[in-house]
């Protein structure tokens, strides 16, 4: 027993010099964004563009897992913002999450906020972007989680890195683009270009002068962090002659798998390694849209950047030479974006959580509202005289407009929101049949659902097709989950709950519910505050595919939200 006591004693003292060395390594990163506009030039056109620190995407943020960020914004634009941390699991600091008028209402033109989080266990590619609006098409940038100090990768470490974001591009103010969509309740115009690191690359005019390179040599490792950051588009990534090695998804680990092209939603990150094993020449790397939707308007333009090996020869007399581009799959390939998914493993056996307290169901899709009465036909150019709708469990999603759902949750102001969203479809019916137009119409709420601080959930998330099925990128703020299962149709849980993978699962913050079809996830409620579900094509969330978890505090300080700070900005 003496033994034992002293193996024990010996144990805490090794813990707590851990722990102390934790503390000691990790550090504050304080950054100051300025929300400002900024002249943007871009296929021959010279736009007034709204950025942070006047960069386009903006500053890529470098933290150890462990880190405290402290990022002052100060709002110099003539538009309210909010910037959101996508992926970061604001453990009781749910005031820093960002969505406006969900966690905090939004900073006003002439106004500040100081976001201060703690990165926790998490380590890979996440990233930051505003979350008012459509103001997300030109306000981002990358956050890159490196390991804890003295620790590495469970990979070969690689000589270079580099972040690739990939965005979407109007040739116009996209706020005027929604503000119109939302004028008429009809589709919003569609972008006109891609961006790889903010150039839209060789295959538009005026472009390819500025065309991004990225290096390489032979026989060097090369992480790139595959950001999409595209506002409604869905994008396949490939470089030609060179296969990815996925390594990670959305701040966590992978099971290492090999793979020609990958498939991000918008929201989602990938990191792969790749291999200078090629001729030295320069090669195309490109994203095109995966469209999964039938029927329905896209860009189905290609943005390019260029793998540029450093002992390539030099091209006679400044003509370079061509580069190869990469064979991308069809824009509607969803057999190739099922395979690449359902490679993604967790590295080792992980805990999924059991013995469920909250099985939930939601379907996701789109829908019509019919013309109200007082509005003339100009405001109703959705299919046959409507205006577009979206919802979760036929719930379309208002925004409150004078005070954000934490705010009246912690200080009890009542007529914000209701706490009556349905675990369950209201009406169960085929939802990926012929599905009658009696169903087509949703109703408008702020409807959260509770959770009780430690529940653990299995939430189905099931596709429709109301008006034309879709894949749908679904993120959960606050939140990693694990994505057991997807599949197409209708989710049986007698058949289909033997598909779940209890073993292994990958862990992600945003998953993609299949065009006419399902996922299934489960997470562990154990993070108080006000977290909001929602799709990542922004023209759906504008029309309402969202709802709120209201998680409740727990027992004692370290399981309740922090008290708001000083500065949130006022309602």
């Not at 989080?117 to 996440?126: D, R, V």
């Given at each position: 027993?003496?033994?034992?006591?002293?193996?024990?004693?010996?144990?805490?003292?090794?813990?707590?010099?851990s722990?102390?060395?934790?503390?000691?390594?990790?550090?504050?990163?304080?950054?100051?964004?300025?929300?400002?506009?900024?002249?943007v030039?871009?296929?021959?056109?010279?736009?007034?563009?709204?950025?942070?620190?006047?960069?386009?995407?903006?500053?890529?943020?470098?933290?150890?897992?462990?880190?405290?960020?402290?990022?002052?914004?100060?709002?110099?634009?003539h538009?309210?913002?909010?910037?959101?941390w996508?992926?970061?699991?604001?453990l009781?600091?749910?005031?820093?999450?960002?969505?406006?008028?969900?966690?905090?209402?939004?900073?006003?033109?002439?106004?500040?906020?100081?976001?201060?989080?703690?990165i926790?266990?998490?380590?890979?590619?996440?990233?930051?972007?505003?979350?008012?609006?459509?103001?997300?098409?030109?306000?981002?940038?990358?956050?890159?989680?490196?390991?804890?100090?003295?620790?590495?990768?469970?990979?070969?470490?690689?000589?270079?890195?580099?972040?690739?974001?990939?965005?979407?591009?109007?040739?116009?103010?996209?706020?005027?683009?929604?503000r119109?969509?939302?004028?008429?309740?009809?589709?919003?115009?569609?972008?006109?270009?891609?961006?790889?690191?903010?150039?839209?690359?060789?295959?538009?005019?005026?472009?390819?002068?500025?065309?991004?390179?990225?290096?390489?040599?032979?026989?060097?490792?090369?992480?790139l962090?595959?950001?999409?950051?595209?506002?409604?588009?869905?994008?396949?990534?490939?470089?030609?002659?060179?296969?990815?090695?996925?390594?990670g998804?959305?701040?966590?680990?992978?099971?290492?798998?090999?793979?020609?092209?990958?498939?991000?939603?918008?929201?989602?990150?990938?990191?792969?390694?790749?291999?200078?094993?090629?001729?030295?020449?320069?090669?195309?790397?490109?994203?095109?849209?995966?469209?999964?939707?039938?029927?329905?308007?896209?860009?189905?333009t290609?943005?390019?950047?260029?793998?540029?090996?450093?002992?390539?020869?030099?091209?006679?007399?400044?003509?370079?030479?061509?580069?190869?581009?990469?064979?991308?799959?069809?824009?509607?390939?969803?057999?190739?974006?099922?395979?690449?998914?359902?490679?993604?493993?967790?590295?080792?056996?992980?805990?999924?959580?059991?013995?469920?307290?909250?099985?939930?169901?939601?379907?996701?899709?789109l829908?019509?509202?019919?013309?109200?009465?007082n509005?003339?036909?100009?405001?109703?150019?959705?299919?046959?005289?409507?205006?577009?709708?979206?919802?979760?469990?036929?719930v379309?999603?208002?925004?409150?407009?004078?005070?954000?759902?934490?705010?009246?949750?912690?200080?009890?102001?009542?007529?914000?929101?209701?706490?009556?969203?349905?675990?369950?479809?209201?009406?169960?019916?085929?939802?990926?049949?012929?599905?009658?137009?009696?169903?087509?119409?949703?109703?408008?709420?702020t409807?959260?659902?509770?959770?009780?601080?430690?529940?653990?959930?299995?939430?189905v998330?099931?596709?429709?097709?109301?008006?034309?099925?879709?894949?749908?990128?679904?993120?959960?703020?606050?939140?990693?989950?694990?994505?057991?299962?997807?599949?197409?149709?209708?989710?049986?849980?007698?058949?289909?709950?033997?598909?779940?993978?209890?073993?292994?699962?990958?862990?992600?913050?945003?998953?993609?519910?299949?065009?006419?079809?399902?996922?299934?996830?489960?997470?562990?409620?154990?993070?108080?505050?006000?977290?909001?579900?929602?799709?990542?094509?922004?023209?759906?969330?504008?029309?309402?595919?969202?709802?709120?978890?209201?998680?409740?505090?727990?027992?004692?300080?370290?399981?309740?939200?922090?008290?708001?700070?000083?500065?949130?900005?006022?309602?």
């Amino acid at each position: 027993m003496e033994a034992l006591n002293k193996i024990s004693f010996l144990l805490g003292v090794l813990l707590l010099f851990s722990m102390a060395v934790a503390l000691a390594n990790a550090k504050t990163c304080y950054h100051d964004f300025v929300v400002q506009t900024t002249k943007v030039n871009r296929l021959c056109n010279t736009h007034n563009t709204i950025t942070v620190n006047g960069q386009f995407p903006g500053p890529t943020l470098e933290v150890n897992n462990g880190d405290t960020l402290v990022i002052n914004v100060a709002n110099r634009a003539h538009e309210n913002v909010t910037i959101h941390w996508h992926g970061i699991r604001q453990l009781r600091t749910g005031w820093a999450d960002g969505p406006e008028f969900v966690t905090q209402c939004p900073i006003r033109p002439g106004g500040s906020y100081t976001y201060r989080f703690t990165i926790q266990g998490q380590e890979g590619t996440l990233w930051w972007h505003a979350h008012s609006s459509w103001l997300r098409a030109t306000v981002y940038g990358a956050l890159v989680i490196h390991p804890k100090e003295g620790a590495s990768y469970p990979f070969p470490k690689p000589k270079r890195e580099t972040p690739i974001l990939l965005g979407e591009w109007w040739d116009a103010n996209p706020l005027d683009v929604v503000r119109e969509s939302t004028r008429t309740g009809g589709a919003p115009n569609i972008s006109d270009a891609y961006t790889i690191n903010g150039q839209p690359g060789d295959l538009y005019n005026c472009s390819s002068k500025d065309t991004v390179i990225v290096p390489i040599d032979l026989g060097e490792t090369h992480l790139l962090r595959v950001i999409n950051a595209a506002l409604n588009q869905e994008l396949f990534f490939s470089v030609a002659n060179h296969t990815f090695t996925v390594v990670g998804a959305d701040a966590s680990y992978l099971k290492p798998f090999t793979t020609s092209v990958i498939m991000l939603g918008p929201g989602q990150t990938t990191d792969v390694l790749i291999s200078g094993n090629q001729p030295p020449a320069r090669y195309y790397m490109a994203a095109r849209a995966y469209q999964s939707g039938q029927g329905a308007p896209f860009d189905n333009t290609t943005t390019t950047a260029i793998l540029e090996y450093k002992s390539a020869p030099c091209p006679a007399k400044g003509i370079l030479s061509n580069p190869v581009m990469p064979a991308l799959p069809a824009f509607n390939d969803t057999a190739t974006v099922t395979a690449f998914t359902q490679s993604l493993r967790s590295p080792n056996k992980v805990e999924v959580p059991s013995d469920i307290d909250e099985n939930l169901f939601f379907t996701v899709g789109l829908g019509l509202f019919n013309c109200p009465s007082n509005f003339p036909s100009s405001r109703c150019q959705g299919p046959n005289g409507t205006r577009f709708a979206s919802s979760m469990n036929n719930v379309s999603f208002v925004l409150p407009s004078n005070f954000s759902i934490l705010q009246a949750h912690r200080q009890g102001v009542p007529g914000v929101f209701t706490t009556d969203f349905p675990g369950n479809p209201p009406v169960q019916f085929d939802y990926t049949g012929n599905v009658s137009r009696s169903l087509w119409q949703p109703i408008l709420g702020t409807k959260v659902y509770k959770l009780k601080y430690g529940s653990r959930v299995q939430l189905v998330l099931q596709g429709t097709n109301i008006q034309t099925a879709e894949n749908h990128p679904i993120h959960i703020h606050g939140y990693d989950f694990y994505i057991l299962a997807t599949g197409f149709g209708n989710f049986n849980p007698q058949k289909d709950t033997a598909k779940l993978n209890l073993v292994d699962p990958p862990m992600r913050n945003t998953v993609g519910v299949p065009v006419n079809g399902w996922a299934v996830i489960r997470f562990l409620a154990d993070n108080p505050g006000a977290w909001l579900m929602h799709c990542h094509l922004d023209v759906h969330i504008t029309w309402g595919l969202a709802m709120v978890f209201l998680v409740e505090d727990g027992v004692g300080e370290l399981q309740s939200v922090e008290p708001p700070p000083a500065d949130l900005p006022p309602c």
